[in-house]
């Protein structure tokens, strides 16, 4: 499924769902579409983002010197 997205930068684009969750997780999504219109992100509920789908983003290995 494609989603629609704007970037934080102001680009439309347009990502699988699976891609939407990284983005998310990432921050770098101010907007996507929804079936029931265009969701703001922060102002409204979104996916729930499990760690265990991404555990990349979750990994403690890098530590600060």
């Known amino acids: 499924m494609m ?3 704007v970037y ?3 680009t439309h684009d347009i ?3 699976e891609m ?3 983005l998310l997780m990432n921050g770098v999504v101010a907007e996507f579409k ?3 219109g265009w969701v703001k992100v922060g102002s409204e509920p979104i996916r729930r983002i499990r760690k ?3 555990p990349e ?3 403690r290995r890098h530590h600060d010197a």
Do not use: A, Q
């Open 3 to 5: 989603i629609p997205v």
């Open 8 to 10: 934080n930068t102001g």
């Open 15 to 17: 990502v699988k769902s």
């Open 20 to 22: 939407l969750n990284r």
């Open 34 to 36: 929804r079936s029931t």
């Open 52 to 54: 265990e789908d991404y």
């Open 57 to 59: 983003k979750f990994d």
